[in-house]
């Protein structure tokens, strides 16, 4: 059966299709510029996904990392600490915490995110180290509970919803940075950057280093679809603002804006 969709069922509307075996279906669907600039950012995403997992209790720590091939269980690390012995019970316990603190640095130093789960006070005490000798890591972490320190607890936090909580922080503070960048630059005037109706000019220029646009703008309006695709084909960084989360309703006022590589002289 071939023909527009509207030549075998009104829009809007349904229809029943008749296929017998071995019959072949072909379904053309056409892209509009919105659709593959949001499947062109979950590709990224998925292809740089690396996310530290830590399970922890006051016994024991284990390291994994959730790839997009799978998890990936490394090292255990044993707190050596014994009540019973309460002479060497601090050092012992503070050294525990350290360890695991700088395996977690080492692990994180890609600058993915990292997530610490597990019962009890464990992950709390490991925060207190982490906030004060590894500030950076501390920016990329997320505390969550789990019912133990084993591998089942990897499976239960994913069970959670871990990924998509941890996509969805990352792809807010990606948001934050940009707007960040763009902000300075017009704070500081310095004719590196650029926003409304003179974005599409400084794109075709060659100047555009990374282009910001509102979603909901860029799935309505045509002039800013072909900013984006211009961007695109001259290599330009493209970041989507989530119009329903903070850094999509500061960005709202600018809509799109660009980023610039040098001055352009208008």
């Known amino acids: 059966m071939n023909g527009e969709p509207e030549e075998i069922c009104p829009r809007g509307e349904h229809h029943t299709l008749d296929v017998g075996i071995g019959e072949t279906i072909m379904v053309k669907k056409v892209f509009t510029p919105f659709h593959e600039a949001m499947l062109d950012e979950a590709k990224k995403r998925s292809k740089h996904l690396k996310i530290t997992i830590l399970v922890i209790d006051e016994e024991k720590a284990m390291l994994s990392e959730l790839e997009t091939k799978g998890i990936n269980f490394g090292i255990e690390i044993n707190n050596s600490a014994n009540k019973r012995n309460p002479k060497t019970f601090d050092e012992k316990n ?57 591998r089942s607890a990897v499976f ?93 309703q500061e960005f709202k006022d600018f809509k799109i804006a660009a980023l610039l590589r040098y001055r352009v002289d208008w």
Do not use: M
């Open 94 to 150: 503070k050294a525990y915490f350290l360890e695991v603190a700088n395996e977690l640095d080492k692990k994180a130093k890609a600058g993915g995110r990292a997530l610490i789960a597990g019962p009890g006070f464990a992950k709390d005490n490991l925060k207190k180290y982490i906030d004060h000798d590894y500030k950076e890591l501390a920016k990329r972490v997320v505390y969550e509970y789990a019912s133990s320190a084993e």
């Open 156 to 248: 239960e936090l994913l069970k959670k919803g871990l990924l998509q909580k941890l996509l969805t922080e990352q792809k807010l503070q990606d948001e934050f940075d940009a707007l960040e960048k763009f902000k300075s630059s017009l704070g500081r005037n310095d004719g590196l950057s650029a926003y409304g109706e003179k974005v599409g000019e400084v794109v075709l220029s060659g100047a555009c280093s990374e282009l910001l646009v509102l979603d909901e703008v860029l799935r309505k309006n045509k002039a800013v679809q072909k900013a984006l695709t211009d961007a695109k084909q001259l290599g330009a960084k493209i970041t989507i603002f989530n119009s329903e989360d903070q850094a999509g």
